[in-house]
Structures are given as C-alpha cells and as structure tokens.
C-alpha cells in the first residue's frame, strides 16, 4: 500500500502504482503552473539571490555563430531586441524561424543551471500560420544531448502566449566545455509568421556562503536555510 501527502495532508491511499501516477500527476501539473506565467504577472528567470550570471547569451550574442536562410537580406530577424514584460522589458534574442544560435565552448561549473524564458513577440502572436519549436541541445565530444523542446501555436491556443520560463540542471556537464545551441522551426512545409524569442538566456552559477546578493534581489521575499537540498 501506498499513501500520498501533499503538505502533510493525506490525498489518497492504495495499490503504490495507482500512487505513483497520482504523484507523477501532481507534479506534472505543479511544474506546469510554475512554468507558464500567468498575463500580467512579473517575470522571472533567474533568481539572482541564489545564482550569479556566469555567461550571459544576449552579451554574448555578437561572437554567436548564426544561421537563418533570410540572414544575408534581413538580419534584424535575427538580433537581441528587449521583450515587453512586466515589470520591466528583458533582454532577448528575437530567433523567427527557421534560426539557430550557436555558443561554441561553454565551460560550465559545478552545480550550474541554464536559465532561459521562450515567448512569442506579441504584436506578432495574432498572425497566422503554424507553430513555433523552440529546441535547446547540447553538444560535447561529438554527442548531442537534448536540453529542452517545446512548441508554441499562440495563434490557436491563446492561453499559451505568456512566456514559458525553464531553468535546466547543467550538473552532467560539470568540469567541462560543451557547446550550447538554441534553434526554433515551423513545421515542413509550413510557415509561422510569429516571431520567436530566447528571453534572457543565462547560465547561473550559485552563490557562496560569503557572498551576498544585490538587496534588491531579496525584496519580497523571505526563507530561511541555504536550500542546498531542494
């Protein structure tokens, strides 16, 4: 037999596979909520209390490597640009399809994560046309790893057009120089005409003990413990 608690709560009990997907269920579900902001709400991407910037894509932009057919005639389709947010515009990579973004030689640190907002532009979001992928691997001594793929259709799903935020365990590539791509794509024989974006695209080292974050960053917000164990 199994039980499931959620907050000390007793939620069900019985067979522990019918628990487990239950559990899987609630996860799932929690991680979605967290994941899609809801309209109006403030964005945030990376918590800079716990994390420092170590490599910031947008600074980093001009020595990307870059591909898109449209590139030679309108590189302005491929470029940083400020995303509307609240409560204040971000820092972003505008990426229209069909795009790649190449960071050759990443050296990622112990316990780092890849933080990164996907949204669509939203004086675009209303056009038509198919959807957008937005896919993130990485590649180290002639392997790929998939770090991230997802699809956005603000077109036909509106409930979707707040920005999506992700923050990826790096801890695999610890110790080591890997290569970051960020590519987005419409489907074959398709054409989106909304316009993508990487929204602050950073990888976050953790603070030490010693150091302290910027006061601004605490504002509203209160815990205890160094949350080395969440």
Sequence with gaps: RAILLDYSRLVVEGPPGEIANRYMAL?????????????????????????????????????????????????????????????????????????EIAYRRLRIGPRTVLAVGTGILPETSDRPGGPVSFRVRAEHGGAARELLALSLDPARQPDRRTVRTHLINQDEFAGREIDLLFSTSARAGEESLAWSCWIAPRVGEPRGEAEAAPAAAFEGYSRHGRREAE
């Design 27 to 99: 996860i799932q579900q929690r991680e979605k909520s967290h994941a899609l902001a809801p309209a109006g709400a403030p964005v945030r991407i990376l918590d800079e209390a716990r994390y420092r910037t170590a490599f910031d894509f947008c600074a980093g932009f001009a020595s990307a490597e870059k591909r898109a057919a449209y590139l030679a005639d309108h590189p302005e389709l491929l470029a940083r640009v400020q995303f509307p947010a609240a409560p204040s515009p971000l820092p972003a990579l505008l990426a229209v399809p069909d795009s």
